[in-house]
């Protein structure tokens, strides 16, 4: 009978492991294995990171593979906000942010970067003043995986009519005029407040009667001298005619590029660039002036453009677009104004849809989204406004067809959430097919710029000749 010595503890210890050993070992490390790579393929990895600095507010964009959780709070003395990613671990294209920080940017001097703890990177904007921050994360879209999105407004926004005539330059253009000057209110000089004086254009108001000045004076039946109180010859006072204020609405922007062109053309810059061409011709008028909702390349919301005209008190809204379709052999230029009753082709409509998930793409933060005036903006449309849209767009398509194929020969309608301020006709300008490479190849010419802000610049002063701006309560 054989026996059976158990092994002890200390003899396993001191000798090379057993086959039980090693399968335990093995079972342990496949365990644990199984354990990490799960962990790993779920950690957050970040994509790129972009920057859009704008004076209207800067945005910060970190995209990702998933979505990410944050907290963050701000800091007094210095300003400051700071931003915790959990399940984040520092990599090199993070690291990027700190130099994509551009000098001119208007409310982040500089960020900080790192590792705060485990699994958690910390953000740190040093500010060039006090914002309002808002950050929010954006679904998968187009060709966009999740996005981290840090929006930083100011806390204190300059008021948008004030911020209108300090950029405008047509002030300057008068100042050394020695015939009355078309002031920016027509009414008074503009003060540094924004308000006008009525006094300063009225030099009636101002002067001093002269002793020897006769006519200034009569005598009543007592032969007594006083001021002359007869009425004021009304053909010799000059017209009250007040300052005619255009908003141009370069579409996309930032975050949304728009369409792009077989030759690598993207909507959002070709289009800024020639609202910028009309808006140089319509500063050379003496009579007009004009703002951009947006002046570089940075996202604007669809309701935010509608409320900066609203917000200067706009008589015309012009949104300047390029257009594209699937079919490159797509070409001409078009006119849009809004429709009540549906859109007025089968293409109409589809080119309201793709405009209109533009906050989609560029990125709105909702939760901060103020539905009830987002209900006014979108729902409330006048007739008046249409048929003063369909004035506007039928003599604007009438000049573009000067120097471009019409894609369609008349002004078409459809719901483009762009154009429903309820009282200011709007209209949307398409004003080639940048996926057509010939239209590409316009689009992106000066030339063709210049021609094509021409056109409407000539558009504009016909529609006013016939159809002048009503009084309204503000002349600044």
Known sequence: MSRITPIRPESVSQKSPSRKRRAFIKAGGTLLLSVCVPQAANAAKILAVRVWPAEDYTRVTLENDIELNTNFFTVKNPERLVVDIEGLELNPTLKELVAKIQPNDPYIKQVRVGQ??????????????????????LQPVGNYKHRLVFDLYPANPADPIAALIEKGEWHKDTQNKSVAPTTPAMAGEVKADGKSDPKASRPDLMAEAKPDDKSALKHNEKNEPH?????????AAPAMTRMITIAIDPGHGGEDP???????SREKDVVLAIAKRLKAKIEQQPNMRVMLTRDADYFVPLNVRVQKARAVQADLFMSVHADAFVNSSARGSSVF?????????TAARWLADKENAADLIGGVNIKNHDKQLASVLLDLSTTAQINDSLKLGKVVLTEISGINKLHKGSVEQAGFAVLKAPDIPSILIETAFISNPEEEAKLTDDAYQDQMADAVMKGIKKYFSKNPPLAKSRLT
């Open 116 to 137: 705060n703890k485990p699994n958690v990177v910390r953000l740190v904007f040093d500010l060039k003043e006090e914002i309002s921050p808002q950050v929010f994360t």
């Open 227 to 235: 001021l002359s109180e007869k009425s004021p010859d009304k053909s």
């Open 258 to 264: 728009g369409a792009t062109g077989r030759g690598g």
């Open 337 to 345: 104004v809004l429709s009540d009753k549906g859109a007025s082709s």
